[in-house]
């Protein structure tokens, strides 16, 4: 079935380790995003991709980084975690075609300790 | 760049009810989309509508755009405790790529 998949659901880590967020997909999408949301709030575009090889940083500053090697898979790393980090982070992908609407992962719960 | 405001900010209704959400935004747009959040999951596509339709239908769902007042409104009919969630409204411009922009949303509750 075609999904889009983000593990793990649920992380919690020390301050200055280094962490992945993986985020692959089934659809064979371009276009894939990054957002960022705190509890209640709205969402914040870190990261988008429009092909392999193709990334962008998004209208909100982000200390991560993240990389598109094969179309499927759009991973997002943190080379020292920090509080600050403490988030929800969701991954989505869509078409070229700007007629459909967005996939969306079910997320990564990160805390930051 | 480009993002729905959506307006009330949080809304209470009960079970039977008609609910209905307004967005507002600022530029000239490709389409504009609807989401719904469930509590702490990943958002989930519900309608778009282009920028030449003015309305569009879903299952309970009806989506109104009037690009002149640059607004649209999401109505759900006879909601039920399950459309308990977050909505947001998001417009898709051609200069952004297809990059969408989410506001905070309409945090709707539906008590049964």
């Keep these: 079935e075609a999904d889009i998949y983000q593990t793990p659901r649920y992380l919690v880590i020390g301050t200055g380790k280094k962490i992945t967020l993986e985020c692959s997909q089934t659809m064979g999408h371009d276009k894939m995003y990054w957002y960022q949301q705190d509890p209640g709030m709205e969402l914040h575009l870190i990261h988008y991709s429009y092909g392999v090889n193709s990334t962008e940083k998004g209208d909100l500053s982000s200390e991560s980084t993240v990389s598109r090697i094969r179309t499927e898979h759009f991973p997002l790393t943190l080379e020292s975690a920090r509080p600050s980090h403490t988030s929800q982070y969701l991954c989505a992908s869509s078409e070229y075609n700007r007629g459909h609407g967005y996939t969306f992962g079910s997320g990564t719960r990160l805390t930051v300790v | ?112």
């Design chain 2, 1 to 112: 760049s480009q993002q729905g405001e959506e307006d009330p900010q949080a809304l209470s209704i009960q079970e039977g009810e008609n609910a209905t959400m307004n967005c507002s935004y600022k530029t000239s747009i490709n389409n504009l989309q609807w989401y719904r959040q469930n509590s702490g999951r990943g958002l989930v596509h519900l309608i778009l509508i282009r920028s030449n339709e003015r309305e569009k239908h879903s299952g309970r769902l009806r989506v109104t755009l009037d690009t002149s007042k640059k607004s649209s409104s999401l109505l759900i009919t006879a909601s039920r405790a399950a459309d308990t969630a977050s909505y947001f409204c998001a417009p898709s411009v051609y200069n952004q790529g297809g990059k969408l922009i989410f506001g905070q949303g309409t945090e709707l509750s539906v008590k049964p």
